[in-house]
């Protein structure tokens, strides 16, 4: 796995520096106290953060792991991405937000890290990095503590099945073993990025999410999807309402979902 890896981790470091700079990430708003989580995991987490102990995975450049701090929560973010990392703690720095940043491997944070959480987050472009969803859930379900909560929100395996340009279906739903090798060129927030970098993903479908995580101990609490995304972050997407964004309008397809579960204790 370590080349796959190894090519990710060099894009995601790529894309920081345009991320910086790009409208979706306003990172003027957000350093002015914009708070930059969406309604959706603000409705199912919000009113609980605060003064709890949360574990954000595949934090990226931190954004929204400071913007929990804001809200009451201790906060540890990770991420493999050394260059997000970089910007992670220079914001964190400047805005005195009191995050920590962990650089690892998610399916290898039990060798980086210690300690028990309340909550552990992850949103929007994450399981879909990763080959085994087994031992990700094997270290969701090592740092909570017993009653603690897991929550994701991220974008549909059957959105996930479109090739965005062509609006076609192109790829498979079920994990097929293997990752899918393609050339990623530009970035979701800023489409003419001069990047052009080999990029490893995998599909899993909702079963193959959800059922690792119950095989850990994690009790479902509530299993939602939405019919829209809350980031305009794939070609060809249309603004239905403010911050709601659809894929194919025509059509009713799920665009992200989310689980909220407890650990058994
Ligand atoms: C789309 S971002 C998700 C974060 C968040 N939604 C955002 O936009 O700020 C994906 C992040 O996952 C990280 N990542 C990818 N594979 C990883 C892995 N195996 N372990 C840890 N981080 C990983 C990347 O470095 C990147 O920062």
């Not at 953060?49 to 574990?55: C, D, I």
């Not at 939405?226 to 305009?232: A, E, L, N, Q, W």
Request: charged share 25%; glycine share 6%; hydrophobic share 35%.
């Amino acid at each position: 796995m370590k080349e796959y890896f190894d090519a990710n981790r060099t894009l995601w470091d790529a894309k920081v520096e345009y991320h910086k700079n790009s409208k979706m990430y306003d990172l003027e708003a957000f350093k002015a106290g914009k708070n930059m989580l969406n309604s959706i995991e603000l409705e199912a987490l919000g009113k609980e953060v605060k003064g709890k102990r949360l574990l954000h995975l595949q934090c990226h450049f931190g954004q929204d792991s400071m913007c929990w701090a804001r809200m009451g929560a201790q906060v540890t973010g990770v991420d493999m991405s050394p260059k997000s990392l970089e910007l992670a703690r220079n914001l964190n720095a400047e805005l005195d937000l009191g995050v920590n940043f962990v650089e690892s491997n998610v399916l290898e944070l039990k060798d980086h890290l210690e300690g028990e959480y309340d909550i552990v987050f992850t949103s929007y472009g994450t399981y879909g990095w990763l080959p085994d969803l087994n031992q990700w859930a094997s270290v969701i379900s090592h740092f909570l503590k017993p009653g603690g909560i897991f929550y994701i929100a991220d974008f549909h395996p059957v959105l996930y099945m479109y090739d965005f340009p062509s609006q076609q279906l192109l790829y498979n739903y079920f994990n097929s073993g293997n990752p899918y090798e393609e050339v990623s060129e530009g970035t979701y927030a800023d489409r003419d990025a001069p990047i052009q970098k080999k990029e490893y993903f995998w599909c899993h479908g909702l079963s193959e999410v959800m059922s690792p995580l119950l095989r850990h101990n994690l009790r479902l609490l509530e299993f939602k999807e939405f019919p829209y995304s809350p980031y305009d972050c794939f070609e060809n997407m249309t603004e239905m309402e403010p911050g709601k964004y659809v894929f194919k309008a025509e059509i009713s397809l799920p665009h992200v979902f989310s689980l909220k579960m407890r650990k058994d204790g």
